[in-house]
């Protein structure tokens, strides 16, 4: 029986410790754009909803659906974003079940249970929908200057970081709107939201696929 030299184990170890480094680097640097971008994505959001203020009857829903709220609330802030920028590795599994979840978590959080016809407060749908966009477009410039579009090579991980912008929109005017109708809910927040994923994840795959090139 034979067994490898001193020296060949020496070099074995070696990169076993420089591949450790590298991917301890490449987490500190992700790190690095990750908590800068998340506390400047806060103050573009909670800036303007301290200034137009917040639903008066915030507190005033139900308990479970403004729990559900926080928790869209940790997953468009910290969860995506740190799929989508490689700070964690869930499971197949884990990733289809967060995927999946968010979209039925998204719907009660926004329209309750039962989903109200038309609980109409006045709001104008125009005015929802821009602010939807604003909110969206101030994540997405964030997310772009951080290069946070360009932090793994797996275009996949584009669709965490557009997820967790359209989400972090519609969580933001869910709690400055009161109203919950469908009629009002449904084309002036959500379909607005979807549509700004799309385009989110147009914009970052552009992004990405150049960066690639360079």
Known sequence: MTTGSPDHESVRVDAATLIVADLDLAQSRRRRHFIPALIVGLIAIVGPM?????????????????????????????????IGLGLVFPSRVVRIGLASGAVGLTLLATLGAPASLADDHGHSGVAC???????????LLMGLISGAFVQRRR????????????????????????DTGVAHVLPSHLAVAAGLMIATSVIGIVAHRRRAKD
């Not at 929908?129 to 994540?139: D, E, K, N, P």
């Open 155 to 178: 275009v996949s991980a584009v669709y965490w970081i557009a997820a967790g912008i359209s989400l972090t929109a519609l969580s933001a005017i869910t709690w400055q709107c009161p």
């Open 129 to 139: 929908s821009l602010l939807v966009t604003f909110y969206a477009i101030a994540v």
């Open 50 to 82: 301290l200034i137009i203020g917040v639903r008066p009857d915030l507190l005033a829903q139900p308990g479970w659906q403004l729990a559900l709220q926080c928790v869209l609330w940790l997953l468009c802030l910290i969860v995506f974003p740190a």
